[in-house]
């Protein structure tokens, strides 16, 4: 039996929508998560910064011997992926929402949000280039979204978070796309705004793929009973905590880690 976990990391909270997809899928695995919320949002910070925070994180993560890792987090997959080498299967969120979004979409037309430093990098236009050149990619940044996710503005009816969302989609709507990848995963949380906003429009959901990705690559852990949960956050654990029911409707407990401390 191989009953060493799966690790998951992201920015804050988004990364959990990739742990609830791992739950339905791989339910017996034991799941490590860290969530570097002293230091969220990434994606309107430089390259070398992201790419020296995931570093970080990942280091932290490789002290529980995972026998996988998952960069849950959009903005790192697109500036961190490839700058350190863990040793394990390592899945990030854009390959697998790209080829997901290019095996669905009807008319060629696919649109992506995501946070300003990943589509600053050219990773998932390149990445789609490369799963079908014909798909034309239509992209925009969605800077404020993360903030509002981490805020709990995501419930119905939030007039601040629809205007905001109608103004970000208008581009999408110019463009015709039939399919729209959610290429931060704190954007899942807002499904259904965008959904409103694009009737019709397929929503990739990030963290799903990246989940679906990963549990083709591991050995099953052999355990008969659902896995074990353990939750590390670098800034106010019981806010994470508290937030994290809007994703995984359920309880949990974090664990706050100072990463100076324990990286030394």
Do not use: W
């Amino acid at each position: 039996m191989d009953k060493r976990p799966i690790a998951i990391f992201d920015s804050g909270l988004g990364g959990l929508t990739a742990v609830g997809a791992l739950l339905d899928l791989v339910p017996n695995e034991n799941l490590v998560y860290f969530g570097d919320t002293g230091r969220v949002p990434y994606g309107t910070r430089s390259r070398r910064t992201i790419r020296r925070f995931a570093a970080q994180a990942a280091r932290f993560l490789m002290g529980f011997d995972p026998k996988a890792l998952i960069v849950a987090c959009g903005t790192a997959s697109t500036a961190a992926m490839g700058s350190f080498d863990c040793g394990v299967p390592l899945v990030g969120v854009v390959e697998p929402s790209v080829k997901k979004a290019a095996s669905v979409t009807r008319n060629k037309q696919v649109g992506l949000i995501a946070t300003p430093a990943s589509v600053r990098t050219g990773a998932y236009s390149a990445c789609m280039r490369a799963a079908d050149p014909d798909v034309t990619l239509t992209e925009r940044d969605g800077r404020l979204l993360v903030p509002l996710v981490e805020a709990g503005r995501v419930n119905p009816g939030d007039r601040v978070t629809g205007l905001l969302i109608e103004e970000y989609c208008a581009p999408f709507r110019e463009a015709g796309i039939d399919t729209l990848i959610l290429g931060c995963t704190h954007y899942p949380l807002l499904s259904g705004y965008f959904a409103a906003a694009l009737p019709g429009v397929t929503l990739i959901n990030a963290g799903q793929t990246a989940a679906a990705a990963l549990s083709g690559l591991i050995k099953p852990s052999g355990l008969e009973q659902p896995g074990s949960l353990r939750f590390f956050v670098s800034d106010d654990a019981e806010g994470f905590s508290e937030q994290a029911v809007l994703f995984l409707n359920r309880t949990i407990g974090a664990e706050f880690v100072d990463l100076e401390e324990v990286l030394v």
